[in-house]
């Protein structure tokens, strides 16, 4: 019952769909009053309440109940209990009476008794609306079905009242059932105006749901009606985004970004922010709010991946490099075979770049040591032996020693075997081959390479003219 009570604070902060009072009897003024006393002269005010129970009404169970309600919303939770239990012993059968005890319960943050009591309260009376709705409420973050269920046998009494459409998304929202959230909130929202909250939820849903245009018209529409609305102005960053609209994206994080000692802001903030400045190619501006969302939350070391892509696409291969360590530093498992052969590429590509020559055997030597490890994972894939051989490729420019030749060999077999193997590969391949064997003086072997290229792509103006030059 642990997570249970995780949802008391959330339950007892919610303004319930029906209110927390009856409609009120004809003594409601007097308890109004009365109530006014509470915490000021308790003593006055339970003489007044009792002086309302006299003569016929001792063994009024509505004003009983009324009486303990008014308690309660003052925070009284001994007397409220009190009166709900007064009333019971007048009638057993009271179910509003088992309404307040719930009520009571929740408040004492003992769940079992209030989920007792609203089901009582049900038993006892069919109809009683707000036990289904608050029994539905305190089970909707541990057993969301059960809530759901509750919620369903409520909405089949009184088809009529759509908001219960609006609980019901929220049940779904907390079970991971975007579309159905979706559907539901669409169902109330037809009834009538939809308010602040209700366009935060709906907007909410509908990006969780990857509904990104519409998610956005509800947040613009939503932010009409409340401008510094933070949930929604970010939505409007997050929507934008992932609409590729990034002009209007860095307009709306301008704006969510206005008031930075604002508390409410996340980790994820940042990495959207960082995303849209990424796009819009301020790389220096993404990288520095990248390492915001870093300082937020360490444990995300995912975002250094995101740093290493911004260092690459600015051709700095050594941060990128240095990125991606941190990257794969921080995984719990072993990295998989895609991180591994990315890592290999990064410095791969930093021994090609003319900025880093000064420590392009290094680059080579960590690029070869990571391929060797992708083509022992995955044997049947031609990608590890592929790029091995561009590695060795640059460590013997005039295919002197060989040094590719037993990884083209190897990739070439795979590929051969795949009836779509791209065709630019299987060139590459055969094209060094075709060298090696030339630069050899094996000129059959070499013809026999060229010829292949030519089988592929009868146009390869390379091995044509290779041809040619073998006599």
């Keep these: 019952m642990k997570k249970l009570a995780l949802t008391v604070m959330s339950l007892c902060l919610a303004v319930t769909m029906w209110g927390q009072t009856s409609a009120g009897s004809e003594w409601s003024p007097q308890v109004k009053q009365a109530a006014t006393m509470i915490k000021e002269n308790p003593a006055k005010a339970s003489e007044a309440f009792e002086a309302l129970l006299k003569g016929k009404n001792k063994k009024n169970t509505s004003l009983l109940v009324e009486i303990g309600r008014a308690y309660l919303d003052q925070g009284k939770t001994a007397e409220a209990a009190e009166y709900a239990q007064r009333a019971k012993d007048v009638n057993s059968k009271c179910a509003v009476a088992y309404l307040l005890s719930g009520d009571v319960a929740l408040e004492l943050n003992d769940v079992n008794k209030a989920s007792s009591d609203y089901n009582q309260a049900i038993y006892l009376d069919e109809d009683c609306g707000e036990a289904y709705f608050k029994y539905a409420q305190v089970y909707k973050g541990v057993d969301p079905q059960l809530s759901l269920d509750m919620l369903t046998r409520l909405q ?48 909410m849903l ?10 956005l018209d509800m947040a613009e529409k939503g932010l009409e009606l409340a401008p510094e609305n933070h949930v929604l102005k970010r939505l409007a960053m997050y929507d934008n985004l992932e609409l590729k609209d990034y002009t209007a994206g860095l307009e709306a994080a301008a704006t969510f970004f206005a008031n930075p000692a604002n508390p409410d802001y996340v980790y994820l903030d940042y990495i959207y922010f960082a995303r849209l400045l990424e796009a819009d190619k301020q790389y220096e501006e993404a990288v520095a709010q990248f390492d915001k969302a870093l300082s937020m939350d360490q444990s995300h070391t995912e975002i250094y991946k995101e740093i290493s892509d911004v260092y690459e696409k600015e051709r700095d291969f050594p941060k990128a490099i240095e990125a991606y360590k941190n990257y794969l530093d921080g995984m719990k498992n072993s990295p998989d075979i895609s991180d591994l052969f990315l890592y290999g590429r990064l410095n791969y590509y930093a021994a090609t770049d003319s900025a880093c020559q000064d420590k392009q055997p290094v680059y080579l030597a960590e690029a070869d040591t ?52 791209t065709k630019s590969v299987l060139v590459e391949c055969n094209s060094y081959l075709g060298y090696y064997y030339f630069v050899k003086e094996d000129y059959d072997q070499s013809k026999l ?14 091995a044509t003219k290779a041809l040619g030059g073998i006599k």
């Excluded at 509908?206 to 998610?215: E, I, T």
């Excluded at 995955?378 to 561009?390: E, I, K, M, Q, S």
């Design 449 to 462: 390479y060229w010829n292949k290229i030519l089988e592929i792509d009868p146009g390869n103006e390379t």
């Design 370 to 421: 990571v391929f060797a490890q992708v083509a022992a994972k995955v044997p049947d894939n031609y990608l590890g032996n592929f790029w091995r051989a561009r590695v060795n490729s640059l460590r013997d420019p005039e295919t002197a020693q060989g040094l590719a030749k037993p990884y083209y060999e190897a990739a070439l077999g795979i590929l051969e075997q795949k009836p779509d193997a």
């Design 156 to 203: 089949a009494k009184t088809p009529e009242d759509n908001r219960i459409s609006k609980e019901m998304a929220d049940v779904y929202y907390t079970m991971g059932q975007y579309g159905k959230a979706k559907e539901a909130y669409e169902s109330y929202l037809k009834a009538g105006t939809p308010t602040e909250q209700d366009y935060t939820r709906y907007a």
């Design 206 to 215: 509908l990006y969780l749901n990857k509904d990104y245009a519409p998610s």
